[in-house]
């Protein structure tokens, strides 16, 4: 069964650094389209933040709220998506999904997402 597999949240203090991994399982992160959306506290909309198409023309999308901030890259050999996030501020605390789905594009748009991981915690606060 393809799955999503995220970890790296955790409690940070403002201006501290994370590094978000999503793993893919049964399926080859290589060949997708993968894109990380968060949704912060009290919000119903997943915001897309980053996004990275296929290997052989790869192409990088980021909200204009993370640009300079958060770097998204994989590693094929690991089978793994990166988001590199710097400089947190409390507005990142978020829940931080990666997503995939044969159709999505960068940006991404959570209503092409048909494969979600469960997420992963991020908390900004001092």
């Known amino acids: 069964q393809v799955q999503l597999v995220e970890s790296g949240g955790d409690p940070v203090q403002p201006g501290g650094s994370l590094r978000l991994s999503c793993f893919g399982t049964?399926?080859?992160?290589?060949?997708?389209?993968i894109a990380w959306f968060r949704q912060s506290p009290g919000k119903v909309r997943r915001e897309g933040v980053a996004c990275i198409t296929t290997i052989g023309d790869t192409q990088t999308t980021y909200a204009d709220s993370v640009k300079g901030r958060f770097t998204i890259s994989r590693d094929t050999q690991k089978n793994v998506v990166y988001l590199q996030i710097k400089a947190l501020e409390p507005e990142d605390t978020a829940v931080y999904y990666c997503?995939?789905?044969?159709?999505?594009?960068?940006?991404?748009?959570?209503?092409?997402?048909?494969?979600w991981g469960k997420g992963t915690s991020v908390t900004v606060s001092s």
């Open positions: 997503a995939t789905s044969s159709w999505l594009e960068c940006p991404p748009v959570s209503e092409t997402v048909t494969v």
């Open positions: 049964e399926f080859s992160l290589s060949y997708y389209t």
